[in-house]
């Protein structure tokens, strides 16, 4: 079986409470795993003892690591989105962007097991087609937004623009989350200026 062919679907859809509890069990122990020695170095047996059951067990909801880490990251990704969509509508464009700098940032620093798992995105398959699509998520939001309040910018450079931005920053903000805490910082604030800078440019 190649990496493209992995099974990442869960085995047992959770159902009744006592299922989804387990499940969120499953997931809580597995992040903090992740966190603290990372997704290569932990096996479906270290979950399993943290989370209290038999890998037997631990197999009948999931086939593997890797739909453990697709699930985490579809939690992350809703999560992020419950967090901006009705709060980024509520501001001016130029401070949705520190917002949105500012959520982004605050996830890889203190959510379990996000820098653990997004920093290694382009080696699983599955993430990356997650990873696509939030991408694409927040361009869409983006460009309906510039499109309603700034219409005089053409098409094409307004939709590249929302691909761009958000892409440029979650590559800058990756790398901070690996930095001390004032250096990271700094290069938060550098971020920002830059991303106003650029939307200053084009929405002009």
């Known amino acids: 079986m190649t990496e493209e062919s992995i099974d990442v679907t869960p085995r047992r859809q959770p159902v009744q409470a006592r299922s989804r509890e387990r499940v969120e069990s499953i997931l809580r122990h597995a992040a903090a795993i992740f966190h603290e020695v990372g ?30 880490v697709k699930a985490i990251a579809e939690d992350h990704v809703s999560r992020m989105e419950s967090a901006l969509r009705d709060r ?11 917002v949105l700098i500012d959520q982004f940032y605050e996830f890889y620093r203190t959510e379990p097991a996000y820098s653990a798992i997004w920093s290694g995105v382009e080696s699983i398959p599955e993430l990356r087609e997650l990873d696509i699509r939030e991408l694409y998520s927040h361009a869409r939001d983006m460009d309906a937004r510039l499109k309603r309040e700034c219409p005089h910018v053409p098409e094409n450079r307004r939709w590249t623009a929302c691909l761009m931005l958000p892409r440029t920053a ?3 903000l990756r790398l901070a989350a690996t930095l001390p805490e004032q250096q990271a910082r700094s290069m938060v604030s550098e971020l920002k200026s830059m991303a106003r800078a650029y939307l200053a440019e084009l929405v002009r």
């Open 170 to 172: 979650g590559t800058v």
């Open 88 to 98: 980024l509508e509520t501001l001016d464009l130029m401070d949705a962007v520190d």
């Open 39 to 68: 997704v290569d170095a932990t096996s479906m047996s270290a979950i399993a003892r943290q989370s209290g059951m038999s890998l037997a067990s631990l197999y009948r909801y999931f086939p593997n690591k890797t739909a453990i």
